[in-house]
């Protein structure tokens, strides 16, 4: 019997940027959601999309727009995202610090959903006072900043406390995993407590050159992963 799929997002910074609209337009039949990258340079030591270019792919757009803020002066970029279509806002927990029930309200007020998004070496408690205003919980599961970089298996263990204080609290947040979500991973992620995969381009983009294919691909790939690693044992 077919395991039960996690929902898939698609990070936009890893497709054909020369063809957005064409590859969006394929990607609404399979996207649960799409994942912008806003880096400032500072934050991250990488420059990726804008509000500007963000504004320009959203009307194309036909899943939910999570955008992923990296910068460490949030608070510059909520009302111009919230502007250029954004549907959840997603600043990192390092970034907010004395300002994260401020910038929390802020992106409710913007008639934005709140997002939240852990690195790797941030430990989960630090955001549990959060996390009854927060709808998004996403975990880096490699280090900021650019793709095609090795899954940190540490922070499976974070995202089962995630899980766990969920469950325990009666919360409702998303749990998301961002970064190497492919199919050399699939196996350890299936029992992590994840919602949400978020695919680029080991998970998604170089499966196939035609998306639809690509998409058949890639869930094969996730069944047969997390199948093999069940018959062995893995993931009992």
Known sequence: ?????????????????????DQIDQLNKHAYSFHYDLMDGHF??????????IRAITPYSKVRNDIHLMSDEPERWLEPLAQAGADIISPHAEAIGNNAFRI?????ELGCKTGLVINPMTPFDQVKLLLDRVDLLTFMTVDTGFAGQPFI???LGKIHQAYDFRNKEGLQYEIQIDGHCCPSTFARIANSGADTLILGNAGLFSLDHDLDRAWQLMEES??????SAESAGINE
């Open 44 to 53: 991250a030591p990488n420059l990726a999309l804008s509000p500007d270019w």
């Open 153 to 155: 298996n540490e922070v």
């Open 222 to 227: 996730y069944q047969a992963a997390v199948e």
């Open 104 to 108: 929390m309200n802020q992106i409710k």
């Open 1 to 21: 019997m077919k395991r039960k799929l996690p929902h898939f997002a698609v990070s936009l910074m890893c497709m054909d940027l020369a063809h957005p609209a």
